[in-house]
């Protein structure tokens, strides 16, 4: 990870390197903090946060899942994303926004604990490369299945549900994948350990529903726009493994995996073992509008300056 300068910390500027919390912050502890992935791109008129508003606003929703009142506005956060780039200097980045039950008492209730907000940036590449952009990423179904709502609300981005993340994408690494997909408790495809999931047939573009127990991610919802936008039907059902198998394409997406074409799953490859040309259009579809070259979507980007 690339060092900047300065993270926001409760409404003001530490160093980097200082940005500390108690070892005894209950979120540390019971995973009880809320969190956001956004980027800013360098676009053609200077760095712009891509929809940010609906990142924060996702948050905040998160927060009241979890019975947390953030001590600032959405209004505020917002302005502190952008102020936190100007401070570093950063044309490009990831935005890491998080709130979390603080240190107070130790226990499952954290009603009395402070409600502590930090917002970190810092240059960030393609998280599952650069050549997975162009060639497509070889993945595992993960034996571990995605939270069920029963059991934690999948909805709200928690800082508890990246374990069943992190164990997922260990063992896909482990396995020798870059990749996990994760199944939920009906079998069915949900998506990846950070990403949303579409799989292409006969020209269809096909997404797992809400109800599978996925997070609404907000680049999954940019990529079902702009394909409507673009005449390419997409549908929202269940998607069993089969269903994966025998694709002619398929894709993840996310504020970190971006639009990334998936080539393999369980050693079974996907079309033509590379990215397919819908997945392409949407890629290149989607690199145009965060980089600032597409004025019909210009709504989705905060310009920085």
Not at 95 to 102: F, K, L
Not at 159 to 165: F, I, K, V
């Given at each position: ?217 907000i680049t999954r919802d940019s990529i079902i726009k702009v394909a409507r936008?673009m005449g390419i039907e997409v549908v929202e059902r269940e998607i069993s ?34 990215r397919g040309p819908i997945t392409e259009k949407l890629q290149s579809k ?20």
């Amino acid at each position: 990870m690339q060092k900047v300068d300065k993270i926001w910390m409760n409404g003001k500027y530490v160093a980097w390197d200082e940005a500390k919390i108690h070892v005894l912050t209950h979120a540390l502890h019971y995973g009880t903090g809320v969190f956001e992935g956004i980027r800013c791109y360098n676009t053609v008129k200077g760095p712009a946060v891509f929809r940010l508003k609906e990142h924060v606003q996702r948050m905040y929703n998160s927060a009241k899942v979890y019975m947390m009142k953030i001590p600032y506005s959405q209004e505020e956060v917002r302005n502190a994303v952008k102020q936190t780039i100007r401070e570093n200097k950063l044309k490009e980045c990831y935005i890491r926004p998080i709130a979390y039950y603080g240190y107070s008492e130790m226990g499952l209730n954290p009603s009395k604990n402070p409600i502590d907000v930090a917002i970190a940036v810092w240059p960030w590449g393609t998280y599952l490369g650069e050549e997975g952009l162009k060639k497509g990423i070889r993945c595992k179904i993960s034996s571990w299945c995605r939270v069920d709502v029963r059991i934690l609300p999948p909805q709200a981005k928690a800082t508890a549900n990246y374990a069943n993340s992190v164990l997922a994408k260990l063992e896909a690494i482990n396995c020798g994948f870059e990749e996990a997909i994760v199944t939920n408790l009906d079998g069915m495809i949900a998506e990846g350990p950070g990403e949303n999931i579409f799989i292409v047939k006969d020209g269809q573009v096909i997404t797992p529903p809400g109800s599978a127990g996925i997070l609404f991610g907000i680049t999954r919802d940019s990529i079902i726009k702009v394909a409507r936008d673009m005449g390419i039907e997409v549908v929202e059902r269940e998607i069993s493994r089969e269903d994966l198998f025998i694709a002619d394409e398929a894709f993840f997406t996310g504020t970190a995996a971006e639009v990334t074409p998936i080539r393999e799953v369980d050693h079974r490859v996907i079309g033509n073992g590379t990215r397919g040309p819908i997945t392409e259009k949407l890629q290149s579809k989607f690199f145009d509008i965060v980089k600032g070259k597409d004025e019909k979507y210009f709504g989705w980007l905060d310009f920085v300056k």
